[in-house]
């Protein structure tokens, strides 16, 4: 679906990401690669001395975001009934 007429969003992203870029090259003289690995090095340091975001951050991108769990009970008297709906709508123009 694309975005409405006159959205900028997806320009404002790229000028944070070359904001970003020129960052990390000048962390990493003059490379990118090399700022962002200091970067890394940072958030790795971090974590090692107990820094719970920093780990969290790590265990997310190695081994991906924990799946979100839902726990529903019921008896045989009182059963569940668990119903999914999902309605398109037309937004207003």
């Known amino acids: 679906m694309a975005a409405p007429e006159g959205n900028k969003n997806a320009v404002k992203g790229k000028r944070w990401q070359k904001a970003l870029e020129k960052a990390l090259a000048r962390i990493g003289e003059g490379d990118v690669d090399n700022g962002l690995a200091k970067v890394a090095d940072k958030v790795v340091k971090a974590a090692a001395e107990g ?15 924990a799946a979100q769990s839902l726990t529903l009970s019921g008896d045989e008297e009182n059963p569940l009934n668990v119903v999914q709906e999902i309605r398109l709508v037309a937004l207003p123009k």
């Open 51 to 65: 820094d719970k975001d920093a780990w969290k951050d790590i265990a997310d991108r190695l081994d991906g975001k």
